[in-house]
């Protein structure tokens, strides 16, 4: 089936969805998401973040949608034609929904985990929405203990319903869930039980928030004084392919290998994730390329610097603040009394 999103025309197969479509093609087009899970069945639909104009319906039915609609949940038709980031309405609408997801969200992210991994961050941060019209009382809740390795901050939580999928697909009995409906919808054990199985760590890393955080790494540290780093084991349980995230030698946190969607590509067991945090327990494979722009790659490189050689006077690399500004300015000469201090330092 022939799609256009943006003006890019690619062939996929019947089936796909819009967003999987503008993944196939990348860049600008790609709608974020915040509850569609591409490892996950049925995921999406929830937070709206994906909205897309339709500007044309098929090639049997021309019409343009007279809605946005849900990228993740909109399956392709063929000579459908697709407005996603050329498209003012969905920009906007896609603003609105990030202000709404925003309206009783606490102003944690100084002491949340998720700061500098989060999606919501990305999405506030993308859609401008550096302001707050909301002045009513924000809904707030007490953190939750649900279980012994995740502490669940409902506060945070934007019910996308990914830990709850995550829950039905992977874990044996799910516990937990979404309870009571629009304004009072909470994410919640139904009767105070702990959520405790062998996948159930998986629930942090699916949470595009900081509402499910890990017990044995709260607190601990920023992520982006973390370096992370591609390991190992022989796991009876899982793949046992994790990422180390290291401050020197310490293990401070396992999770699983993420992709460029923020999106693990094989879930990890919770022996892997909680109990595995000597370095010497893994394989290590090297440092973690990052694949998406954010604030954990500043400072982090994987291959070795090459040695710049600048053709400056050694005085100016002392680092006197007005020389310091010559070294990009070789045409602005020394004038006489500079001339004459640096001849006296020379001497000297
Ligand atoms: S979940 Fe994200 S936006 Fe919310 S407090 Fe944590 S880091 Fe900040
Ligand atoms: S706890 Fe996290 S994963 Fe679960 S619904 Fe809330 S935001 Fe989504
Ligand atoms: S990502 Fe599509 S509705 Fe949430």
Known sequence: ?????????????????????????????????????????????????????????????????????????????????????????????????????????????????????????????????????????????????????????????????????????????????????????QISTYISKAIDNDFSGNMIDVCPVGALTDKTFRFESRVWFNKPYNAHRDCPTCSGKVTLWMFGDKVQRVTGRKDVYHEVDEFICNDCRFHHKNAEDWVIEGPRKFEKPSVLNINNYIRPLKKVHIDADELILEGREQDEKKISMPAIPYDAVELEAIKEVKEE
């Open 1 to 185: 089936m022939k799609v256009t999103i943006d003006g890019h025309t690619i062939d996929v197969e019947a089936g796909t969805t819009v967003l999987e479509a503008a993944r196939a093609i990348g860049g600008p087009s790609v709608p974020p998401t915040m509850c569609y899970y591409s490892k996950l069945k049925d995921c999406g639909g929830k937070c709206r973040c994906c909205l897309v104009e339709i500007s044309k319906g098929s090639e049997r039915d021309p019409r343009p949608m007279p809605k946005l609609q849900p990228s993740c949940v909109t399956a392709v038709q063929d000579g459908m034609e697709v407005k996603s980031a050329t498209s003012p309405k969905a920009l906007d609408a896609r603003r609105a929904v990030s202000e709404f997801l925003l309206i009783n969200h606490p102003l944690d992210c100084p002491v949340c985990d998720q700061a500098g991994e989060c999606d919501l961050q990305n999405l506030a941060y993308g859609n401008k929405n550096f302001k707050t019209r909301y002045k009513e009382e924000r809904r707030t809740f007490e953190p939750e203990d649900i279980g012994p390795y995740i502490q669940l901050h409902m506060n945070r939580c934007v019910l996308c319903y990914r830990c709850v999928k995550l829950a039905d697909q992977l874990t044996p009995e799910r516990v937990h869930g979404v309870i009571g409906r629009g304004d009072h919808a």
